[in-house]
């Protein structure tokens, strides 16, 4: 079983920029693809960054030259940095891995002046 907690989140305004992390248990950040997700209320569940083994990563065109993932594999932690936030980068973030219908407990990312 897959265990992630993700961390980071936080009121932010307009601009403003956040860290998130999200450790996960075994090797699992060093040998699979890593997703961020993230959901709005009402909304559904959408990828916003993708990073496979090999350090290749993928971005949801809503925050493409905004936000940016990265890993550590001896730390086993993925991050996202977020910067120039909009409001409708609010939502509650997860990360997740590839092929493992696993979850987190997300967090809370609100951006709000």
């Known amino acids: 079983q897959v265990q992630l907690v993700e961390s980071g989140g936080g009121l932010v305004q307009p601009g403003g920029s956040l860290r998130l992390s999200c450790a996960a248990s075994?090797?699992?950040?060093?040998?699979?693809?890593m997703g961020w997700y993230r959901q709005a209320p009402g909304k559904q569940r959408e990828l916003v960054a993708r990073?496979?083994?090999?350090?290749?990563?993928d971005y949801a065109d809503s925050v493409k030259g905004r936000f940016t993932m990265s890993r550590d594999n001896a730390k086993k932690t993925v991050y996202l940095q977020m910067s120039s936030l909009k409001f409708e980068d609010t939502a509650v973030y997860y990360c997740k891995v590839d092929g493992f219908d696993y979850w987190g407990q997300g967090t809370q990312v609100t951006v709000s002046s």
């Open positions: 990073m496979t083994s090999g350090g290749s990563t």
């Open positions: 075994g090797s699992y950040v060093s040998m699979y693809t």
